[in-house]
């Protein structure tokens, strides 16, 4: 059914660690009698289930037992209750995004547009009295009106990111306090919220398209004259520009590493007014230059010298940035 492509993007982990990271440094006060601080906690938050805390809150301490400990509050916890498909977000499933791969200029990423969902969370707080779940709570709701945003790596392989939007849908309160004089007090606020998170599926290389050929007719019915033109991608020749210190070549930044390289090619460093040539070595890796050593810096120096690099063919073409998709056409007319 997919066709055995194995593939794991972390949407879901990205978002649960974008949703903590924002609620991770919150802190409460605590104030004597006379209205001084006297206590600064910073609340832990943990990704776990409500009922979890619940059963350790309600817990009798027990000294024998590490686990029996009743928990330390206040504290947040937070956790998944949802996946729903976002339907308003939908947008043609045979659309594709492309960008160019980061470890090879001939090639091209692709994957189909992304599946939209929106992911639901439930944010806990607990405390022991009123003071410390206000607290809490009111460092939270004026940065949701109803909506925070935050940017995430969508998909790194393809260069996407995207601002995520987080909603605070609801908010709920809860005073448990049952049983004798004794018995401990639970105050636990909920606060629901709904991510919008976007699905991508398998990222695929594609080469690039280097020939095409096209063929116009002057009737529709496919006879008499016609024109045929052809479009073919030249081979991608090396570039790089040069930095100078104190009238010498420092170091030279390869802007296009090329393809198809069978050798090492020759870097040749324009000439000075006065002085040396500077002298520098490209560095392979495969096919392509991975960067260039500057051997001599040369002196005299006063502008920036130019860097012409051997083709793939051995040719020395112009110097000038080269454009990997510039196009060779050919015209070839025949009549019938």
Avoid: C
């Avoid at 776990?48 to 509050?73: C, E, H, Y």
């Avoid at 606020?189 to 080469?207: E, I, R």
Wanted: cysteine-free; glycine content about 6%.
């Amino acid at each position: 059914m997919f066709k055995n492509k194995q593939f794991y993007h972390q949407t879901t982990k990205k978002a649960i660690v974008a949703f903590g990271t924002i609620f991770n440094d919150i802190n409460i006060d605590r104030f004597n009698s006379g209205g001084d601080i006297v206590q600064t906690m910073r609340v832990p938050l943990a990704y776990s289930s409500k009922q979890k805390f619940l059963s350790r809150i309600l817990n009798a301490p027990d000294t024998t037992s590490r686990g029996g400990v009743a928990i330390t509050l206040p504290r947040m916890g937070f956790e998944i209750t949802g996946f729903n498909y976002d339907a308003s977000r939908k947008i043609s499933p045979i659309q594709q995004n492309k960008a160019i791969s980061s470890d090879s200029q001939t090639s091209v990423r692709q994957t189909f547009v992304s599946t939209p969902y929106d992911i639901s969370l439930s944010l806990y707080v607990f405390a022991k009295n009123q003071e410390d779940g206000l607290q809490i709570i009111e460092q939270i709701l004026p940065y949701f009106n109803p909506d925070f945003n935050v940017t995430v790596n969508d998909l790194p392989q393809m260069g996407i990111k995207r601002d995520i939007k987080i909603t605070l849908e609801s908010v709920s309160y809860e005073d448990q306090y049952e049983g004798d004089y004794n018995t401990r007090q639970s105050i636990v606020w909920t606060l629901n919220f709904a991510m919008k998170l976007n699905y991508y599926g398998f990222v695929s290389n594609q080469g690039l398209i280097k020939k095409a050929i096209a063929t116009t007719w002057q009737s529709p019915l496919l006879t008499g004259e016609y024109l045929k033109q052809t479009y073919t991608v030249t081979t991608p020749t090396a570039t790089a520009t040069a930095a100078l210190t104190g009238g010498s070549v420092s170091s030279i930044e390869l802007t296009y590493s090329g393809d198809k390289y069978t050798y090492t090619p020759n870097v040749i460093v324009s000439a000075p007014s006065s002085g040396t040539t500077a002298r520098a070595t490209a560095i392979m890796d495969g096919e392509r230059i991975s960067r260039i050593d500057v051997t001599n810096g040369g002196s005299g120096y006063t502008t920036v010298p130019t860097i012409t690099i051997e083709g793939p063919d051995g040719t020395v073409s112009d110097p000038t940035p080269a454009d990997p998709y510039r196009f060779l056409e050919e015209f070839e007319q025949d009549y019938e």
